[in-house]
């Protein structure tokens, strides 16, 4: 997954992928992104892991 230091002006410039959803991580805040989808579509996420559930993070949608 491509990591960046998410910026009002990286975000604004990042492209929207050909075919598939695309999460783009920051570099400083651990766990932060920002999913773009194939129509444009801007949402940023966090993702984190339940306690008690080492295996699988899950991803909560913050908004747009």
Do not use: S
């Not at 992104?33 to 909560?60: C, E, H, M, S, W």
Request: proline share 9%.
């Amino acid at each position: 997954m491509p990591t960046c230091k998410l910026t009002k002006r990286i975000i604004d410039t990042l492209p929207a992928p050909a075919n598939r959803d695309e999460i783009w991580w920051d570099e400083d805040l651990k766990g932060f992104g920002l999913k773009i989808t194939p129509a444009g579509r801007k949402v940023f996420l966090v993702q984190y892991r339940p306690a008690g559930d080492r295996r699988n993070p899950r991803k909560y949608t913050i908004g747009e």
